[in-house]
């Protein structure tokens, strides 16, 4: 009976030694997860309140504008240049075809559209 006695003591402080154990264990990792969690909160926060963050804010009129600058050859003045003025080009603030403007080798039709849209004449473009 001595021996079952001390064999049911020891049985009982190794289930008490691993309870232990496993409530540490599980505080530990609760802790963990509470601090990780709630400092990846401060960090989103604090990058959603950044002046560089690119969620757009609601709260403040935008300021930002757009300037789009086209390359184009004189040659594509009428297919592609034509075809970026009339679909895209309008929804920035302003925009400019950037070209090598010589009215002498254009032909008629490309030099009336070209007077319709927005040029910044360059001489001397080179490839």
């Not at 009336?112 to 001489?123: D, L, M, R």
Request: contains cysteine; hydrophobic residues 40%; glycine residues 2%.
């Amino acid at each position: 009976m001595i021996r079952d006695n001390k064999a049911f003591r020891r049985k009982n402080e190794i289930i008490r030694r691993s309870t232990s154990i496993g409530l540490v264990i599980t505080s530990l990792t609760l802790i963990t997860f509470v601090y990780v969690g709630s400092s990846t909160n401060n960090l989103y926060t604090a990058l959603q309140n950044s002046p560089l963050s690119l969620a757009k804010n609601t709260t403040q009129d935008s300021t930002v504008r757009v300037l789009c600058l086209i390359l184009t050859a004189p040659k594509s003045i009428l297919t592609r240049a034509k075809a970026v003025h009339e679909t895209w080009a309008p929804q920035c603030d302003r925009y400019f075809f950037i070209t090598e403007y010589i009215p002498e080798t254009l032909k008629p039709e490309q030099i009336q559209f070209a007077e319709q849209i927005p040029i910044a004449p360059i001489k001397n473009i080179t490839a």
